[in-house]
């Protein structure tokens, strides 16, 4: 099984500044057969389903703001948040989806600080 | 646009079992995987299951594995998820989920499963 470790667990950000979420797959979920990473990130607000935002570790979905972007290939991946606005206030979740067990992330809560 | 509206959680006591669905609308039910995603009062994401478009091909959890079965009628646009041997542990918000490559794009509004004496 495929491990998926987030860090920090919360952190607090000014309004405008920036947030980074870090996760870290147990084994690499690159695949060979087309060079890509098998690795979403999700936004649930509270009391709210979560909401896809970047798949394939960098893709953003449709509608997401361009404040929000991903990196990383292998095993350690980033989401930044770049300046951090009211309405991001949620907690975010990575998961690998390159084998079952689809394991996430445990989460970051962001909050304002 | 795409709706996915749950129905069947409740109040069950430990060893007993419950029937979750997931109707669809909005896309082409056939064509597309689904999933059962659980969320712990409180807790992460845990992804329960899965079931390929044409329903031959289900994929499971080990903590649900002979417990829980994964099903769909494409004629009804219905997913379903068959819960036996329920445990406190099951407790959860379950969400279903249509996926493309096993991501989750679109998320029902969820329904409360739980397990208590």
């Known amino acids: 099984d495929i491990v998926m470790t987030q860090s920090p667990d919360s952190l607090a950000v000014s309004l405008g500044e920036r947030a980074t979420i870090n996760c870290k797959s147990s084994q690499s979920v690159l695949h060979s057969s087309n060079n890509k990473n098998y690795l979403a990130w999700y936004q649930q607000k509270s009391g709210q389903p979560p909401k896809l935002l970047i798949y394939w570790a960098s893709t953003r979905e449709s509608g997401v703001p361009d404040r929000f972007s991903a990196s990383g290939s292998g095993t350690d991946f980033t989401l930044t948040i770049s300046s951090l606005q009211a309405e991001d206030v949620a907690v975010y979740y990575c998961?690998?989806?390159?084998?079952?067990?689809?394991?996430f992330g445990g989460g970051t809560k962001v909050e304002i600080k | 646009e795409v709706q996915l509206v749950q129905s069947g959680g409740g109040l069950v006591q430990p060893g007993g079992s419950l029937r979750l669905s997931c109707a669809a609308s909005?896309?082409?039910?056939?064509?597309?995987?689904m999933s059962w995603v659980r969320q712990a009062p409180g807790k992460g994401l845990e992804w329960v299951s899965s079931i390929s478009g044409s329903g031959g091909t289900t994929y499971y959890a080990d903590s649900v594995k002979g417990r829980f079965t994964i099903s769909r009628d494409n004629s009804k646009n219905t997913m379903y998820l068959q819960m036996n041997s329920l445990r406190a542990e099951d407790t959860a918000l379950f969400y279903c989920?249509?996926?493309?490559?096993?991501?989750?794009?679109?998320w029902g509004q969820g329904t409360l499963v739980t397990v208590s004496s």
């Open positions: 998961q690998q989806y390159y084998s079952t067990p689809l394991n």
């Open positions: 909005g896309f082409t039910f056939s064509s597309f995987a």
């Open positions: 989920t249509k996926d493309l490559d096993f991501r989750h794009f679109d």
